[in-house]
């Protein structure tokens, strides 16, 4: 069974810092690809940034390249997000997700995921 966590998230001001883990348990990381998923009020879930099992494939949505870095260590069997020069519309509640079987191109689809964590709010605001 694919047990995700996540944790990290919070209250930070415009241009601060978070980083996001997912703390996975109930399966073999090293063969699961993991995205990350964000869902604003009245807004649909979008892919954020996804991650190859090995680590050696990444994406990011265009709304965050060059703000936010995805990064696993399989050995903690933790994914982490870290999220920079954060902006007020990048408040959301994050969530993880898992899938062993995923075509990279579409990792930012959440309909590909299998598993997911319950979600971290994450708050941009003065």
């Known amino acids: 069974q694919l047990q995700l966590v996540e944790s990290g998230g919070g209250l930070v001001q415009p241009g601060g810092s978070l980083r996001l883990s997912c703390t996975t348990s109930?399966?073999?990381?090293?063969?699961?690809?993991i995205g990350w998923f964000r869902q604003a009020p009245g807004k649909e879930r979008e892919g954020v940034s996804c991650?190859?099992?090995?680590?050696?494939?990444?994406a990011y949505a265009d709304s965050v390249k060059g703000r936010f870095t995805i990064s696993r260590d399989n050995a903690k069997n933790t994914v982490y997000l870290q999220m920079n020069s954060l902006k007020p519309e990048d408040t959301a509640v994050y969530y993880c997700?898992?899938?062993?079987?995923?075509?990279?191109?579409?990792?930012?689809?959440?309909?590909?995921?299998?598993?997911w964590g319950q979600g971290t709010q994450v708050t941009v605001s003065p």
């Open positions: 997700a898992a899938d062993r079987y995923i075509v990279f191109r579409r990792c930012l689809v959440r309909e590909e995921y299998d598993g």
């Open positions: 109930g399966f073999t990381l090293d063969y699961y690809a």
């Open positions: 991650i190859s099992s090995s680590g050696g494939s990444t």
